[in-house]
Nanobody, 119 residues
Framework: QVQLVESGGGLVQPGGSLRLSCAAS????????MAWYRQAPGKQRELVAN???????NYADSVKGRFTIARDNAKNTVYLEMKALKHEDTAVYYC?????????????WGQGTQVTVSS
């Protein structure tokens, strides 16, 4: 059974930093495109950042210059480094792994980790 396990969330003051990790198991991690999404209360889940299997990255405009996504294929782990955090970054952050092979789409989600930005 595929597992994506997020960690690193918590309570942080505005302007602070956090580093989220997502450890994957039972997948060939290196061929998956990985992403971080977030969902704030009363809002739809939104893409924060993604990193494709070849290493290319993409960010939501709201986090550009503050967040950095990275992957370590040797550790089957994707990271989200978050700096200069704002109240509006408060959300549950989810890890996502996607791979499309032939006509099959493989799409997995973690359970989420809470990030709260508050003074």
């Amino acid at each position: 059974q595929v597992q994506l396990v997020e960690s690193g969330g918590g309570l942080v003051q505005p302007g602070g930093s956090l580093r989220l990790s997502c450890a994957a198991s039972r997948i060939t991690f290196s061929i998956y495109d990985m992403a971080w999404y977030r969902q704030a209360p009363g809002k739809q889940r939104e893409l924060v950042a993604n990193i494709i299997s070849s290493g290319g990255t993409n960010y939501a405009d709201s986090v550009k210059g503050r967040f950095t996504i990275a992957r370590d294929n040797a550790k089957n782990t994707v990271y989200l480094e978050m700096k200069a955090l704002k109240h509006e970054d408060t959300a549950v952050y989810y890890c996502n792994a996607v791979s499309i092979r032939f006509v099959e789409k493989y799409d997995y989600w973690g359970q989420g980790t809470q990030v709260t930005v508050s003074s």
